[in-house]
């Protein structure tokens, strides 16, 4: 049971959302992702870690419908990710690195704007607008333009536009990237929330702190995955105090390696 937030949900291990058999992307003679295995059960909170040029974001990229692999069996939310992309994307939220989104727009024309792109029915998206800035305690901000906000209630918008047409899969890369960690904490008991509610969630982070909030973690290094299980259960495998000593014995296995 995870001691920071308790409530986490139990696994349903029987369904998958995402599936990776031998999963390889190669970009001429460089292999970004080097015969990766490995699956999420539906409502799983999932890690997916690795040092920056370790191959998520190409991974994330796959499985999100917006690169071809090179080869493996792959399918998301129970669709191929060689022939039915569009069907996948129609099943996902992605939040991404990088704030994602409209600056210049308000945050109600952001919620319109995306509710639009996820085929949301205008009541609909009115509705779920209202839902989302009541949980947030912010519903005096709709007219306000996203710009003039501070970047911890924008990375929350982020979040909640990313979800407001209840998908399958959110994909969140690297979320709480230069947040206070006061904020940190509030984003996470939002993922919390959405998995409770059913939701699979693949997260990415630099901070290995995160990871203990996780139910599986996987760590990548140079385009493999090196390790995958519970934090508690790598942290005993690596002999750990922390994750963050999980990843660092992993990163100097491999500097050792190539040399």
């Given at each position: 049971m995870n001691k920071v937030f308790p409530?986490?949900?139990?696994?349903?291990?029987?369904e998958f959302a995402i599936e990776a058999e031998e999963m390889v992307k190669k970009f001429g003679s460089f292999v970004a992702n080097d015969h990766l295995n490995f699956s999420?059960?539906?409502?799983?909170?999932?890690?997916?870690?690795?040092?920056?040029?370790?191959?998520?974001t190409t991974a994330i990229r796959i499985l999100c419908g917006l690169s071809k692999p090179t080869s493996g069996k792959i399918r998301?939310?129970?669709?191929?990710?060689?022939?039915?992309?569009?069907?996948?994307k129609k099943r996902i939220g992605y939040m991404s690195q990088r704030f994602s989104l409209y600056e210049d727009l308000t945050?109600?024309?952001?919620?319109?704007?995306?509710?639009?792109?996820?085929?949301?029915?205008?009541?609909?998206?009115?509705?779920?607008t209202r839902e989302m800035l009541n949980r947030l305690g912010i519903t005096e901000l709709e007219n306000t333009v996203i710009a003039s906000l501070p970047l911890g209630i924008r990375q929350k918008l982020a979040f909640s536009v990313a979800i407001m047409h209840t998908p399958e899969i959110v994909f969140l890369d690297e979320p709480t990237g230069g947040v206070d960690p006061i904020t940190r904490r509030q984003f996470w008991e939002m993922i919390y929330e959405a998995a409770a509610s059913g939701i699979t969630v693949f997260v990415t982070t630099h901070y290995?702190?995160?990871?203990?909030?996780?139910?599986?973690?996987s760590i990548m290094v140079d385009g493999k995955i090196e390790a995958l299980d519970t934090p508690a259960n790598l942290k005993m495998q690596y002999d750990a105090a922390s994750m963050n000593d999980v990843f660092l014995k992993l990163a100097r296995r491999s500097v050792k390696s190539e040399k």
């Open positions: 409530d986490i949900p139990a696994l349903n291990t029987s999420v059960s539906r409502g799983e909170i999932f890690g997916f870690l690795g040092a920056n040029g370790a191959g998520k998301v939310a129970g669709y191929d990710v060689f022939t039915q992309t569009e069907k996948i945050v109600s024309e952001n919620f319109r704007f995306y509710g639009a792109i996820y085929g949301m029915r205008r009541a609909n998206i009115k509705e779920k290995m702190d995160e990871a203990e909030y996780c139910n599986r973690v």
